[in-house]
């Protein structure tokens, strides 16, 4: 890139004072063999005077795999943007020879029923330590990169060199350069375009403050660092299934911090996963150790066991650990730019923060060659002892029926068998435990290698320390920030609304090996003189529908179930009429069903035993909606880009996302819904503007369907907005009551605080708005007779944080068609304040409230959460493309119930 910038900008660098000191070191005193191409040579600048774009790290990548054999490249994805996803073997030339040798050796390793100890030890004795180092997962983190090369510069050219000598011969390095390019080359565009003169140290400069939605997510807006266990993006998907090829023992994910923070290593902070084990925890501190070295040999500042913790398994310094290896996060002081000014005034350059991981990624090496055999065999071990845990532990089955949402049920099976869970199908009905399964149902025994990934993923509940929760309950006391890092539930049976049942017995019946796929094809069951149905109530159901929508067929769909020739078709059912389509519907249909995975079943009768006919005023016409998404300010770009990715990718429907800056002025007229994701602060009400809510709520009452996610709830209330009859809670002080000042200004009537309590009472705020949800699992019971939960059973599980509680919304009004349970009953997974229990309860999940001819809906959790609450899927399709059925804009679907 540098080749395009002019002359100006050249000497500006020139003059920049401190990019002008003659020989900066990487590494002191080391020499490098002339053969082994460097930075300069291949990219016309020297390393950290320039960000690099994913094109020029893939270039300088190939110009070393090109100048040596010892480099390999592997490609293991492409982004959605088509960038290319690799990783590099670098090492001796001898292991490099041997790749297929030591790949096929960590399988066998990773397997001890297949391979005793004794084989086990040979294998020891003679595989390298194989070491993944992944850098750039935030696109806008970005001195990382940088150093992966310079890692593998540094091993191909040191000579002389008593540590990468040590390193050569005991480890095979597997480096991925950036794993996030999309977001990277967002980064770099956003640099390049602001940048003037001279590097800018200020922190407040163009250069270093990115615009929306920034450079840390990848394509989707996904943080790909939360979706190890999800597999949502091909970024993530792709690496993990590097990962079961290779089985590294030791994985570190090198990110960047604040300006003002310095350097973090492992060991992590505290929560530790229960599933992680000892041995795992402990070796942390080897790496630890070493890093502390080399850093206090160079004079680098640092720390540990703050902040960054390991109990979330979706992140890519904890996912590994599940399968065995040493897994780590390291943090750099970021300087989103060439340098940066911190608070002390000190002067923080990007070459700087690339040398610090270059240094901890040699040091990481390097404790890895010291300790090679050591880590291979507690990887043999870990292996060994996961699966003697799961033959001997209470849990020693997990069974997931086939019944009820079956896409959710394959696509669970499917997801766990991607990362590397073994999964068995049974051939026929078989019984456990006295309850009797149908053919289909996938059993899953604990006794394998991922026994701990398992108990992680599908148990209910991964309990926090006690200690540790004891101590977030003191500093919540004081309204001190708790230490809690990210969500504390994830449980997949539960985001996914199915049940998978713990046996301690071993089923006994026909059962297969399988790889389920996450949508296997479809069917069309008979040829049909009037009508074809696809009973709703899977996903696949909604797949088919976004897919017919966009073929324009004519399609019916029944707010309450039937019976007909004994089957139950539940409420929402698609019904495509002969009449009323096209010839050629069969074979359209079939075609559908193949790539949606839904079952379609033919009809010769308008006939049904039981509930609506197919004429019936409670079956309404479903036209394709125009759909459209708030987009860029005042948007949170995570919330919108799940909305985007649920629509687009998981049921393949496409929207048009609107940049806020145009919400209160677009011609709203040409869509039939309008998705509003979380949004941050004041967010809608400045976006729109008086004028655009009134203009809002024109289109609202014109019969448009307008659909608030999460906190974007709190606008919609909002009594200035006045679309949906609903208010947004504080946090309840039932002892204050009207206990206004007596008196203005200064002085108020003494008061005696008699105990420590009273006390504690005196110095609450007034009013507040309630202790932040802590990322938790909560049930919802849904009303059986709303066209919103069509399809769905009697609960819902949802994703809830943050504060936004409303009040429910009273009968005349509208219908709160999803509701917490009570307190004792809605938390299903986490861990909840007491408070937030008891306030939560019988508070609205969902509402839907008309608004003239149109619909207001609410959610107030967002359903989108990373994309893989898919148990909410299909109440989040009712919505947006059910919804608009319902308006009273076509004539029929008047009902409401
Ligand atoms: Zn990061």
Request: with cysteine.
């Amino acid at each position: 890139m540098s080749r395009r910038l002019g002359l100006p900008f050249l000497l500006a660098i020139l003059v920049w004072p401190l990019a002008a000191e003659s020989k900066f070191e990487f590494w002191p005193g080391a020499s490098y063999d002339p053969r082994i191409p460097t930075y300069g040579k291949v990219l016309g600048y020297q390393p950290g005077e320039r960000i690099t774009w994913h094109a020029g790290l893939m270039k300088y990548l190939e110009a070393l795999a090109g100048a040596t054999r010892q480099v390999k490249i592997f490609e293991y994805a492409k982004s959605w943007e088509g960038r290319k996803l690799v990783y590099a073997a670098v090492g001796s030339e001898a292991n490099l020879k041997r790749l297929e040798e030591i790949r096929a050796g960590m399988q066998k390793l990773a397997d001890p029923r297949r391979t005793p100890e004794a084989e086990a030890r040979k294998l020891m004795a003679t595989l390298p330590a194989v070491i993944w180092l992944a850098y750039g997962v935030h696109g806008n983190e970005i001195s990382s990169p940088e150093a992966a090369l310079l890692t593998a510069y540094h091993l191909l050219a040191a000579r002389k060199d008593k540590m990468v000598d040590d390193i050569l011969a005991n480890v095979l390095v597997l480096i991925v350069p950036t794993q996030n390019p999309d977001g990277r080359d967002r980064f770099v565009h956003h640099f390049e375009q602001s940048e003037g003169l001279e590097p800018d140290a200020q922190p407040v400069a163009a250069e270093h403050v990115e615009p929306w939605p920034g450079g840390r997510s990848n394509h989707y807006l996904f943080d790909l660092n939360r979706d190890w266990f999800a597999l949502t993006q091909p970024e993530i998907l792709g690496q993990a299934k590097a990962l079961q090829e290779w089985f590294p023992l030791v994985y570190v994910d090198l990110h960047e911090m604040g300006a003002d923070s310095t350097y973090y290593f492992a060991p992590e902070a505290i929560p530790y996963n229960p599933h992680l084990t000892q041995e795992q925890t402990k070796s942390l501190e080897w790496f630890g150790r070493n890093n502390a070295r080399w850093f206090d040999q160079f004079g680098f500042d640092y720390f540990t066991r703050e902040v960054f913790d390991a109990f979330y398994p979706g992140y890519g310094a904890s996912w590994p650990a599940y399968h065995g290896s040493i897994a780590m996060t390291y943090e750099q002081a970021s300087t989103r730019g060439l340098i940066v000014r911190r608070s002390d005034e000190s002067m923080l350059l990007f070459r700087d923060t690339v040398r610090h991981h270059l240094v901890a990624s040699l040091s990481s090496c390097e404790t890895a060659a010291r300790n090679r055999e050591k880590l291979l065999d507690q990887f043999y071990r870990y292996r060994k002892t996961a699966i003697e845990e799961g033959a001997r532990e209470n849990i020693r089955e997990y069974i997931l029926p086939r019944q009820g949402n079956t896409s959710a049920v394959d696509k669970l099976a499917a997801l766990l068998g991607e990362q590397g869970i073994e999964i068995k199908r049974a051939a026929a009905a078989f019984r456990n435990a006295g309850r009797e399964y149908p053919a289909g149902s996938y059993v899953i025994s604990l006794a394998q290698p991922a026994k701990r990934l398992i108990r992680n993923l599908l148990d209910l509940q991964v309990p926090m320390e006690e200690k540790f929760v004891k101590e977030q309950e003191r500093l919540r006391r004081k309204k001190l920030p708790d230490e809690i890092y990210d969500v504390t539930a994830w449980s997949l049976p539960l985001s996914f609304n199915l049940e998978a049942v713990p046996s301690a017995e071993i089923s006994q019946g026909n059962f297969q090996a399988v790889k389920p796929e996450r949508i296997p094809p479809g069917k069309v069951n008979g040829k049909a003189t009037v009508a074809y149905l696809a009973p709703w109530g899977t996903q696949a159901a909604g797949r088919l529908l976004a897919a017919a929508l966009r073929k324009e067929l004519h399609i019916l769909s029944a707010d309450k179930p039937f019976t007909q020739e004994s089957r139950t078709y539940p409420a929402g059912t698609l019904i495509f009429k002969v009449k009323d389509n096209l010839p050629g519907l069969p074979e359209t249909l079939e075609k559908l069903a193949g790539a949606t995975g839904a079952e379609i079943q033919a009809t010769g009768s308008g006939w049904v035993d039981e509930g609506v006919n197919f004429g019936s005023r409670y079956v309404v016409r479903v036209r394709k909606p125009a759909v459209a998404l708030a987009w860029d300010r005042p948007t949170s770009s995570t919330s919108a880009g799940w909305t985007r990715f649920v629509l687009e990718r998981q049921f393949e429907y496409p929207v048009t996302a609107i940049r806020g800056q145009l919400l209160g002025t677009a011609d709203l007229s040409r869509f039939q819904a309008l998705i509003l994701p979380e949004a941050s602060g004041e967010g809608y009400s400045q976006a729109f503007g008086a004028n655009g809510t009134r203009r809002l709520k024109d289109w609202v009452a014109a019969g448009g369907t307008l659909i608030g996610l999460g906190n974007a709830v709190s606008y919609l209330a909002d009594p200035k907005v006045n679309l949906l009859a609903v208010q947004q809670e504080e946090l309840p002080r039932p002892e204050t009551k009207a206990k206004k000042p007596e008196t203005e200004g200064a002085r108020v009537p003494g008061k005696l605080l008699a105990s420590e309590d009273e006390y504690s009472k005196a110095i609450q705020a007034e009013t507040e708005l309630p202790d932040r949800v802590l990322g938790v699992m909560a049930k919802a019971r849904l009303d059986p007779d709303h066209w919103m939960t069509a399809g769905l059973g009697e609960t819902v599980t949802a994703m809830v944080s943050g504060r936004s509680i409303f009040t429910p919304i009273k009968l005349d009004k509208g219908v709160n068609a999803a509701v917490f349970l009570g307190p004792d009953k809605l938390l299903a997974s986490g861990y909840l304040w007491e408070e937030n229990r008891k306030q939560l309860a019988y508070k609205p999940l969902l509402i839907v409230q008309r608004e003239g001819r149109g619909l207001v809906i609410g959610f107030t959790a967002d359903p989108n959460f990373r994309a893989y609450m898919d148990g909410m899927n299909l109440l989040f399709i009712n919505a947006v493309l059910r919804g608009p059925a319902h308006t009273r804009t076509g004539g029929v679907g008047e009902s409401d119930y």
